[in-house]
């Protein structure tokens, strides 16, 4: 069974980066079975999806980010990062990693937790 | 993008209630509809994959129905820990979109 793991800072200034890192356990993030994703949700509202990474590096970015968005893995730490560009208060949410199955029916198939990030000076 | 409506926002039930959310899509998404359970503090929880598909470990009193348009999630006795916020979510096409949720309280 998968298990990932959210870590990074709670606080973030505005006009900065954002920077989050999922560990994962259970499988290799090299798996062809997953892409590996980040989902956001604002205080009050609902659930984004931000974006999803291949190991063969096939990336998918939601496009209402604007470009600010990379992802990327790390296999030597069994790891993917999140990067947000040019943060704002909008940027404040729950951020969780996730794994995908993207063959057949594509769905979520587990989550971290979550970790709170604020953007304010 | 696709937008997914949930109802109702939200529900009082009491254990060993039958109860039912709908989820519509605002466009066409044959059978790529998931549902997802989050209780406070815990990881969301995959439940039903492909519309009517039970995640494995998940029990058998939840159901999953639907097609095109139109969605339902089915617990049909509720449990004490099956108070939680249900979300749907589309992956027919990118970006997938989810519901706005529907929190499932205690009477």
């Known amino acids: 069974q998968l298990q990932l793991q959210e870590s990074g800072p709670g606080l973030v200034q505005p006009s900065e980066t954002l920077s989050l890192t999922c560990s994962v356990s259970?499988?290799?993030?090299?798996?062809?079975?997953?892409?590996w994703g980040w989902i956001r949700q604002p205080p009050g509202k609902g659930l984004e999806l931000i974006g999803c990474?291949?190991?063969?590096?096939?990336?998918y970015d939601n496009p209402s980010l604007k470009s600010r968005v990379t992802i990327s893995l790390d296999t030597s730490k069994n790891q993917f990062s999140l990067s947000l560009s040019s943060v704002t208060a909008a940027d404040t949410a729950v951020y969780y990693c996730?794994?995908?199955?993207?063959?057949?029916?594509?769905?979520?198939?587990?989550w971290g937790q979550g970790i709170l990030v604020t953007v304010s000076s | 993008d696709i937008q997914m409506t949930q109802s109702p926002s939200s529900l009082s039930a009491s254990v060993g209630d039958r109860v039912t959310i709908t989820c519509r899509a605002s466009?066409?998404?044959?059978?790529?509809l998931n549902w997802y359970q989050h209780r406070p503090g815990k990881a969301p929880k995959l439940l039903i994959y492909a519309a009517s598909s039970l995640q494995s470990g998940v029990p058998s009193r939840f159901s999953g129905s639907g097609f095109g348009t139109e969605f339902a999630l089915t617990i049909s006795s509720l449990q004490p820990e099956d108070f939680a916020t249900y979300y749907c979510?589309?992956?027919?096409?990118?970006?997938?979109?989810f519901g706005q949720g529907t929190k499932l309280e205690i009477k």
């Open positions: 259970g499988d290799s993030i090299s798996s062809r079975t997953y892409f």
């Open positions: 466009r066409h998404i044959s059978r790529y």
């Open positions: 990474v291949y190991f063969a590096g096939t990336t």
């Open positions: 996730v794994s995908l199955i993207w063959s057949g029916y594509p769905y979520f198939d587990y």
């Open positions: 979510q589309q992956s027919y096409s990118t970006p997938y979109t």
